[in-house]
């Protein structure tokens, strides 16, 4: 089975790309430096190039069931304007290309519209859209494109603190309120692809968090 992997030179991708081959996926990745990339085999493809390149999108999800976007927002530029255009890019490359699923990674910041948000949750993301500006504008680009969308079947994996530990196998996951304020990243990265295979969150953006 293949699936593309998108920002997989990145603290979450590099993990989700593991985890991936670990798997046994075949994988499409589009990076714009693979000199960056920690971990290669043979059964993942590289593509070198950026999200903004619609052709580079589509020919990095040709032949795959899936994509596992775990691209986020970079330190630098407008990144409100650049993820709602490579949303849109990635949408268009999904629906010319006829890949259906979508699981991304998304920030414990992003409010979703009409969501119940107590002091709590509100103070922390004022915080992260303070300290982590480019994530949280980025992932609120994305999450206002995919809402709009019925016809892809797309996850919003929300992740607060995330921990560079090992695996617990133990993920709780919850749309309504955070189960936990962190997670390690072998399990955020399982959770992940493991949405490839599942219908469970589809057009939701679950919380995660190591129990
Ligand atoms: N890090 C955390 O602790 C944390 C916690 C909670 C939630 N999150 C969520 O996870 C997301 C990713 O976090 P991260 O720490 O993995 O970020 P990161 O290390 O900065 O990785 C971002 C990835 O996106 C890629 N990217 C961005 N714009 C691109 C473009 N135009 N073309 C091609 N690739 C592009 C980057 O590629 P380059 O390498 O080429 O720049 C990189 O691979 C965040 O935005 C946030 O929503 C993160």
């Given at each position: 089975?293949?699936?593309?992997i998108?920002?997989?030179?990145g603290f979450v991708?590099?993990?989700v790309l ?5 798997e ?5 990745i589009l990076?714009?430096?693979p000199?960056k ?8 493809n590289i593509?070198?190039g950026s999200?903004?390149?619609?052709e ?5 999800l040709?032949g795959?069931c899936?994509?596992?976007?775990a691209a986020g927002?970079?330190?630098g530029?407008d990144?409100?304007?650049?993820f709602?255009?490579?949303?849109k890019?990635?949408?268009g ?11 991304s990674i998304?920030?414990s ?5 009409n969501?119940?948000v107590?002091?709590?949750?509100r ?8 300290l982590?500006?480019?994530m ?10 995919l809402l709009?969308e019925k016809d ?6 929300r992740?607060n ?8 196998g133990?993920?709780?996951?919850d749309?309504q309120k ?9 399990d955020l990265a399982?959770?992940?692809l ?11 953006a679950?919380?995660?968090?190591t129990?």
């Amino acid at each position: 089975m293949k699936i593309a992997i998108l920002g997989a030179t990145g603290f979450v991708g590099r993990a989700v790309l593991q985890q991936a081959m670990d798997e046994g996926y075949e994988v499409n990745i589009l990076v714009r430096n693979p000199a960056k990339l920690t971990t290669t085999s043979d059964k993942v493809n590289i593509i070198q190039g950026s999200l903004e390149d619609a052709e580079k999108v589509a020919e990095t999800l040709l032949g795959c069931c899936a994509v596992v976007n775990a691209a986020g927002g970079v330190k630098g530029s407008d990144q409100y304007e650049a993820f709602l255009n490579i949303t849109k890019v990635l949408v268009g490359a999904m629906k010319l290309t006829g890949v259906k699923k979508l699981v991304s990674i998304n920030g414990s910041g992003t409010i979703l519209p009409n969501e119940y948000v107590g002091v709590k949750r509100r103070f922390l993301s004022t915080i992260v859209g303070i300290l982590l500006k480019h994530m949280k504008d980025a992932k609120k680009a994305e999450l206002q494109i995919l809402l709009n969308e019925k016809d892809i079947d797309w996850v919003s994996v929300r992740a607060n603190l995330i921990l560079k530990k090992t695996a617990t196998g133990q993920v709780i996951a919850d749309d309504q309120k955070m189960p936990g304020g962190k997670i390690t990243l072998p399990d955020l990265a399982k959770f992940m692809l493991d949405q490839v295979q599942s219908d469970e969150w589809v057009h939701k953006a679950p919380f995660v968090a190591t129990a």
